[in-house]
């Protein structure tokens, strides 16, 4: 979630494709908030856009976690909350469940129950 280019259309066509792969047989899906490391093509784009929220976030050695690193201005920082937020307990809640009560090992054993290890 919150990539330069991503507006609530765009957000909208990505959970009507994972519905229809969910309809073929998609257990879980993952998501996360666009990270702007140094060094990659994303950082380049965004600091030359000024889409960057802290210039030097990985330079004070700041924790990794979910903040916002880019904001546009196709979307505030609460609609990418709520974009990742959705994804997380609308189209994975079994998964999110398992997550938020720390049970890991379950949705690994529950997202792969279908390939055999015989």
Sequence with gaps: MGYP????KSFQKT?????????????GVGASIAKAYPGTELRR????Q???TEKDR???GWPIGEYIDILTD??????????????KRRLNPLRFYADSIGLTKFTKIICHS?????
């Design 74 to 87: 196709h979307f505030a920082a609460r609609d990418v909350f709520y974009r990742l937020d959705y994804i």
């Design 45 to 48: 784009i965004c600091e030359e």
């Design 15 to 27: 959970v009507s494709y994972i519905k229809k792969l969910q309809n073929l047989g998609l257990v």
């Design 50 to 52: 000024n889409y960057l």
């Design 58 to 60: 990985y330079t004070k």
């Design 114 to 118: 279908g390939s055999s290890t015989k």
């Design 5 to 8: 280019g991503e507006t609530a």
